[in-house]
């Protein structure tokens, strides 16, 4: 799989923004690790901001 280099800094940048990591240690990861913590962040993301099931107050 051919990246761009705009493509990789949007991810290294998603990775290292969330999990404050440097740049390298993104880097650092293979392609398919990379991908599965860029997944594991968007759930994350999802589920905390995702209004929660309950009873109301009302």
């Known amino acids: 799989m051919t990246y761009t280099a705009d493509r990789l ?10 999990l ?3 740049a390298d240690s993104v880097l650092d990861l293979e392609h398919p690790a990379r991908q599965r913590v860029i997944e ?9 901001s995702a ?7 009302d």
């Not at 800094?9 to 969330?18: C, D, H, L, Q």
């Not at 594991?40 to 905390?48: A, L, P, V």
């Not at 209004?51 to 107050?57: A, S, Y």
């Open 20 to 22: 404050h990591w440097s």
């Open 9 to 18: 800094w949007e991810e290294v940048v998603y990775v290292a923004y969330y």
């Open 51 to 57: 209004p929660e099931d309950g009873p109301d107050d």
């Open 40 to 48: 594991e962040i968007g759930r994350i993301n999802k589920r905390i």
